[in-house]
Antibody, heavy 120, light 108 residues
């Protein structure tokens, strides 16, 4: 069974940094691209960042480019999101998700999400 | 930059009725690039349809997808109580992913 478990969320102040992690199990982690998607309270889904299985290809949404860094450790089956210069508008539930298959960037497995609140 | 516009914003229907949700892209996109998700309150999204019309594993056959070019549709042939939720369409390119704003299907 595929399982994704996010951690690292919490309450931070504007300008702070925070690192999210996603522990993956139940599939061959290194062979799948992974992504972070966020959802602000009461709002829709927003794609944040994606990384290929071998970490050779990395892409970011415009709203986080230059502030967030996605990475992965294929030995520890862990996906990470380093967030810096956090803004109030970054407040959201952050989900990690697994690509269905390489070449088709839809997501067939999601974690339960971790809440990041940015507030002074 | 491609924008996905979903309509209607809210769909009020009774159990057993047919639901048709629309997702319009601001420019023509490949059929393989469109997916649909269901999200219930407090839960993560669940993949229903990918490549416009292929049902994901575990997706009931009352869910079907269609469309091409700029206009895509998710149809629920007969609403079950568990189908009342928010539905999102999604487009991906090689470097970018975007979601539509969502359609809420509520009980009338």
């Amino acid at each position: 069974e595929v399982r994704l478990l996010e951690s690292g969320g919490g309450l931070v102040q504007p300008g702070d940094s925070l690192r999210l992690s996603c522990a993956a199990s139940g599939f061959t982690f290194s062979t799948y691209a992974m992504t972070w998607v966020r959802q602000a309270p009461g709002k829709g889904l927003e794609w944040v960042a994606a990384i290929s299985g071998d970490a050779e290809y990395i892409y970011y949404g415009d709203s986080v480019k230059g502030r967030f860094t996605i990475s992965r450790d294929n030995f520890k089956n862990t996906l990470s999101l380093q967030m810096s210069s956090l803004r109030v508008e970054d407040t959201a539930v952050y989900y990690c998700a697994k690509n269905l298959v390489n070449g088709i960037a839809v997501y067939d497995a999601w974690g339960q999400g971790t809440l990041v609140t940015v507030s002074s | 930059e491609i924008v996905l516009t979903q309509s209607p914003g809210t769909l009020s229907l009774s159990p057993g009725e047919r639901a048709t949700l629309s997702c319009r892209a601001s420019q023509s996109v490949a059929s393989r690039s469109i997916g649909w998700y269901q999200q219930k309150p407090g839960q993560a999204p669940r993949l229903l349809i990918y490549s416009t019309s292929t049902r994901a594993t575990g997706s009931p056959d009352r869910f079907s997808g269609s469309g091409s070019g700029t206009d895509f549709f998710l149809t629920i042939s007969g609403l079950e109580p568990e189908d009342f939720a928010v539905y999102y369409c999604q487009h991906f390119s090689e470097t970018f992913v975007i979601f539509g704003g969502g359609t809420k299907v509520e009980i009338k």
